[in-house]
């Protein structure tokens, strides 16, 4: 650990992009002026399964206008690069179409009438094939993973109690505030130059590369300001950014391809919806003795992260708790709706959700205080999780529950006769950073440059999307230095300036790129007093010699630490509509370190309400293969006037290899609230919810089903 003095971690500075973001000053991608360029625009099936019989462009039509792109365009692979080889750039002509809003044929245009008058004038006729619309008939499996710890099979003899049940998830939209975008520079030399809204630069990079028979080079990829990601704007941008880059090669000229709201609702990935089903046997006295649990995620059309996602679900399904037998069979299926991706928390929401609601029913079977029981469960320093790793540091359980508790108000009845209030508890743990050797394989890599004015610049290709790279990274350099922050800045973001730092997601971007940044800084500090400036060190990161893992059994070391949270919801629930109304909200976290308690907090806040919204109004509703509630008149999220009370209570518990000791806490936020709300209608109501987001429909045929 590093033993300057601090003078910027810990304290709430003013953030770097701040002041631009609340003048107006900052240019989001719709913001940029380009002089000359087209607006681009993508055709789409219409159907959820099939093939293209034909596909012809009206010859009433003066396409000579418009600019038109299709699969024969495509000067290198047709394929969007990720973990598998799926799914297209674009659907040929007699190809297969696996979704609705499925990309068939791009349009650029030097104004939007025209490219409205063009899109009017292409017909594309299909057959027509059945689609699978839901997981329970689904037989193509993009992804396994298989845990187990013990022997299930022989502790079911032991049990004295085996409570079951069956818990669903929804589809969920991420909704940043800036739809998807991207605009396209094509130079004389072959490069491409696209500056988009986007959270993970290099993945595009390697999208353009492979789809346009690019070398590292001629690739370019910046980001531009970004409103908001939760992981909407990691993998998706790769489309967006190779379509744009298609037609600006063709063009000859800069395009620009950003989505309205509409299509981009309509289009984009969403949370993987899911079924978990739980076998959980105890003692008399509430001892653990087996969990059996069984994941099934829909992916969607393409494969897009599922495999990541279910990885991270299937490893935290056991919950935050010590049990000797745990056995976890989890799949990922295909169906024919657009592909789902990331979303903040990655797949662990959707298995803690679950975990969580079991301890509340073993509880009520036992009767006995879930509280109570969770304390007698919970992993403590020393323990080992489902995959078998002992966690040896920044155990962090039992102090955000006692800190939860501690600050809990007593519930006030309720002044309206037909309301009812409860309250609910959950306790969660996430993974920070990468699975298993995720890292190890990346080998993210920062730089740091000592420039001869006396300043310093860091170069990385983490991202600011609203969580506080820009002023958390130079807050880390400035105390590893000794120096000031105004000494200190951020390079941007752009592939031909900086390396492949990693992608910007998974809670990994302040404890481990953030502690290549301290690394690198210290490292400057003491050449600096041997060299004189200008100089620049290079930092990767080194898997450190304790963690193992096993990719092939899921056992060993899944990440280097977890970040504990407990939340307490209290909630009013109106037994004549059915209407659920979250009021406050106290979430504990142990974030190793706040280094920057007031962002901290905010992300807590922002994370915690995303939560409320997903637990309670946020339904996608599916109709032939596509999504009915595609406009935000019919896709409900928690407004300011929906919003709870939220309470955020930081507690520090340092992780020895994080920077000043902290840990991530982007996604944990999004675990919790769920499964403590779903237990507060409980308490008030009566009847369990194994299902959300718990609508007013649901809450009023549960009551009357009791």
Not at 244 to 258: D, W
Not at 322 to 334: D, K, L, M, Q
Not at 554 to 563: E, M, N, Q
Not at 579 to 602: F, N, W
Request: net charge negative; glycine share 8%.
């Amino acid at each position: 650990m590093c033993t300057a003095p601090l003078t910027a971690v810990g304290r709430s500075v003013p953030r770097r992009e701040g002041a631009d973001k609340v003048t107006g000053r900052a240019r989001y991608t719709d913001d940029i002026a380009v002089p000359g360029a087209w607006y681009g625009r993508t055709i789409r099936s219409t159907i959820a399964r099939g093939a293209i019989r034909s596909l012809t462009l009206d010859p009433a039509f003066d396409w000579s206008r418009v600019v038109v792109v299709s699969a024969d365009d495509i000067p290198g692979e047709n394929v969007v690069q990720l973990i598998r080889d799926d799914q297209p750039v674009l659907a040929p002509n007699g190809g297969e179409i696996r979704h609705k809003e499925e990309p068939i044929l791009l349009l650029a245009a030097p104004d939007r009438a025209t490219l409205e008058d063009a899109a009017s004038h292409i017909h594309i006729e299909y057959e027509l094939a059945t689609p699978v619309s839901d997981i329970g008939s689904a037989t193509e499996v993009f992804s396994t993973v298989d845990i187990a710890k013990g022997d299930v099979a022989s502790a079911q003899r032991e049990a004295d109690l085996v409570v079951e049940r069956e818990f669903r998830v929804g589809l969920q939209e991420q909704l940043y505030i800036e739809p998807q975008g991207a605009i396209a520079f094509p130079e004389a030399d072959g490069t491409i130059r696209v500056i988009g809204s986007l959270q993970c630069p290099y993945y595009v990079h390697r999208a353009l590369k492979r789809a346009l028979k690019l070398s590292d080079q001629q690739a370019v990829v910046v980001q531009a300001e970004t409103g908001g990601g939760f992981g909407g704007k990691e993998e998706y941008p790769s489309i967006v950014a190779v379509h744009a880059a298609l037609l600006a090669r063709k063009a000859g000229r800069p395009v620009r391809l950003i989505y309205d709201r509409h299509e981009d609702l309509a289009a984009t990935t969403k949370r993987h919806p899911g079924v978990i089903r739980h076998r959980t046997g105890v003692k008399e006295d509430g001892t653990l003795v087996f969990q059996d649990i069984e994941i099934v995620l829909d992916g969607g059309a393409y494969c897009t992260l599922t495999p990541v996602v279910l990885s991270r679900a299937a490893i935290h399904a056991a919950g935050a708790y010590s049990c000797p037998n745990v056995r976890i069979r989890a799949r990922a299926v295909a169906t024919n709706t657009p592909p789902n991706g990331a979303f903040r928390g990655f797949g662990a929401p959707q298995s803690l959700f679950a975990a969580e609601l079991m301890v509340e029913h073993v509880a009520e079977r036992l009767g006995v205080s879930s509280v109570d029981l969770r304390r007698k469960w919970m992993l403590r320093l020393g323990d080992t999780t489902a995959t078998g790793q002992v966690l040896s540091e920044s155990v962090g359980s039992e102090l955000v529950l006692d800190a939860a508790l501690k600050n809990a108000p007593a519930v006030r009845p309720s002044d309206r006769p037909t309301v009812r209030r409860g309250r609910g508890l959950s306790l969660v743990f996430h993974g920070s950073g990468f699975t298993g050797s995720g890292e190890k394989k990346l080998q993210g890599t920062i730089a740091f440059e000592a420039l001869a004015d006396g300043t310093f610049r860091i170069l990385t290709a983490s991202t600011e999307i609203g969580q506080g790279t820009k002023t958390i990274f130079c807050q880390l350099a400035a105390d590893a230095l000794g120096v000031g922050m105004d000494k200190v800045d951020l390079a941007p973001q752009d592939t031909s300036l900086v390396p492949d730092s990693g992608p910007t997601v998974a809670s990994r971007t302040a404890m481990i790129v953030g502690r290549l940044v301290q690394d690198a800084a210290t490292e400057v500090k003491e050449r600096l007093k041997r060299e004189k400036a200008p100089l620049r060190v290079e930092k990767s990161y080194i898997q450190p010699d304790s963690i193992h893992w096993d990719e092939t059994t899921y056992r060993g070391d899944a990440y280097p630490v977890y970040a504990w949270a407990c939340t307490i919801a209290d909630v009013d629930v109106d037994m004549t509509t059915g209407e659920v109304r979250v009021s406050d909200l106290i979430t504990a976290v142990d974030c190793g370190k706040a280094l920057h308690p007031v962002m901290a907090e905010g992300q807590i806040e922002g994370g915690c309400l995303q939560a409320v919204g997903w637990a309670t109004i946020e339904e996608i509703k599916m109709q032939d293969g596509g999504y009915q509630n595609d406009r935000l008149a019919t896709y409900l999220i928690p407004t300011a006037l929906d919003a709870p009370r939220i309470r955020t209570i930081l507690v520090e518990n340092p992780y020895s290899r994080g920077p000043f000791g902290a840990k991530g806490i982007g996604e944990l936020p999004m675990d919790g609230p769920a499964p403590a709300i779903i237990a507060a209608i409980h308490d008030a109501t009566g009847v369990w919810l194994d299902e959300i987001p718990a609508t007013p429909e649901k809450v009023l045929a549960a009551c009357a089903s009791r």
